[in-house]
């Protein structure tokens, strides 16, 4: 996706849940209301173990349905 394409959208919130079936639940929320989001996931550590990390998922909900420019 080109920088253009990323930044005609603002971002309304970020939202961080632990699993991907929350993530997914407020995916569907957003389509419902006409919302574009945006959907990551990264690795962080565990608050109780020093030497493994948890996923968290990260679904930034946008203010519109972001296009993509096919080239």
Sequence with gaps: MSDD????AQVLSTNIFDSAAEAIEAISAADVL????RVSNRLVPDEE?????VEEWVVEIL????AVDEE
């Design 34 to 37: 006409g919302l574009g989001v």
């Design 5 to 8: 394409v990323a930044t005609t």
């Design 63 to 66: 203010t519109s349905v972001p």
């Design 49 to 53: 173990s020093d030497d493994t990390f």
